[in-house]
């Protein structure tokens, strides 16, 4: 089953510390051009980075992101020295969520594959937040804990995937990169374990799991069948052309 959205795109906040945190979520479904990336060598040289600006410094790129951004998606720093500003996420996630219905049940879904969502955040806003505003925003019932927030980045006409860790911050890296997504991408997905935890996932969850598995194995009964029909019904038209038994 696929997943069809058809929700609104309002704010909602989220408190700690007596900040505020805002989100907001805009979908598009139009699909990027997938590479082959591969891993990042350099995090730990890229973390020192940035952990070393300072208030005016911060005040310098968000005035020239904002001067390079050509589009309405600006930073606004506030006179606390907190900002914010809007990060694209894209997901990627091959396995079905378990979305929680209107009348409080639950089913699973296949979210749209390169699905993109902007999301409204500050700069003390975590990548565990992100993760969660994400799943929040789809009505998701998983365990964040499932998923993870990668850095998709180009150098050198190359592409790589780094796995971001859940104390950084997300709007942080946008502001060092700039407004260039080709630069400096996010991306949504499952947490790379290797082989799959079933005991990780919830009775509810297996049960839908296990019904989307037998109605695939059926369509691809059904699919199957019909081409060996079709390839049956060929061959006995050209026996009966050929004169032969048919």
Same mark, same amino acid.
């Given at each position: 089953?696929?997943?069809?959205?058809?929700?609104?795109?309002?704010?909602?906040?989220?408190?700690?510390?007596?900040?505020?945190?805002?989100?907001?979520?805009?979908?598009?479904?139009?699909?990027?051009?997938?590479?082959?990336?591969?891993?990042?060598?350099?995090?730990?040289?890229?973390?020192?980075?940035?952990?070393?600006?300072?208030?005016?410094?911060?005040?310098?790129?968000?005035?020239?992101?904002?001067?390079?951004?050509?589009?309405?998606?600006?930073?606004?720093?506030?006179?606390?020295?907190?900002?914010?500003?809007?990060?694209?996420?894209?997901?990627?996630?091959?396995?079905?969520?378990?979305?929680?219905?209107?009348?409080?049940?639950? +089913? @699973? *879904?296949?979210? &749209?594959?390169?699905? $993109?969502?902007?999301?409204?955040?500050?700069?003390?806003? #975590?990548? =565990?937040?992100?993760?969660?505003?994400?799943?929040?925003?789809?009505?998701?019932a998983d365990n964040p804990a499932k998923y993870a927030l990668y850095k998709?980045?180009?150098?050198?006409?190359?592409?790589?995937?780094?796995?971001?860790?859940?104390?950084?911050?997300?709007?942080?890296?946008?502001?060092?990169?700039?407004?260039?997504?080709?630069?400096?991408?996010?991306?949504?997905?499952?947490?790379?374990?290797?082989?799959?935890?079933? +005991? @990780? *996932?919830?009775? &509810?969850?297996?049960? $839908?799991?296990?019904?989307?598995?037998?109605?695939?194995? #059926?369509? =691809?009964?059904?699919?199957?069948?019909?081409?060996?029909?079709?390839?049956?019904?060929?061959?006995?038209?050209?026996?009966?052309?050929?004169?032969?038994?048919?």
């Amino acid at each position: 089953m696929t997943w069809t959205s058809t929700m609104s795109s309002g704010y909602s906040s989220l408190e700690e510390d007596s900040e505020e945190y805002f989100f907001t979520a805009r979908t598009s479904f139009f699909k990027k051009p997938s590479g082959k990336p591969t891993q990042c060598k350099d995090v730990e040289q890229e973390r020192e980075l940035r952990t070393h600006l300072s208030r005016e410094e911060i005040r310098q790129k968000v005035e020239l992101y904002n001067s390079s951004s050509k589009d309405h998606l600006k930073m606004t720093l506030n006179p606390s020295g907190v900002y914010t500003g809007f990060i694209k996420v894209q997901l990627e996630l091959r396995r079905p969520v378990t979305v929680r219905g209107g009348g409080g049940g639950e +089913e @699973a *879904f296949y979210l &749209p594959q390169g699905a $993109n969502n902007t999301l409204h955040i500050s700069s003390n806003n #975590t990548v =565990r937040q992100v993760i969660q505003a994400l799943l929040t925003k789809f009505t998701v019932a998983d365990n964040p804990a499932k998923y993870a927030l990668y850095k998709r980045c180009r150098r050198d006409e190359h592409e790589y995937m780094c796995r971001l860790s859940e104390g950084e911050h997300p709007l942080f890296l946008r502001l060092l990169a700039g407004p260039n997504t080709d630069t400096l991408g996010f991306v949504l997905r499952e947490q790379q374990t290797g082989e799959v935890m079933w +005991e @990780a *996932f919830s009775i &509810p969850e297996l049960g $839908n799991f296990l019904r989307m598995l037998e109605k695939e194995e #059926t369509e =691809r009964v059904c699919s199957v069948t019909r081409r060996y029909d079709n390839y049956r019904l060929k061959l006995q038209e050209a026996m009966r052309a050929a004169g032969g038994p048919g």
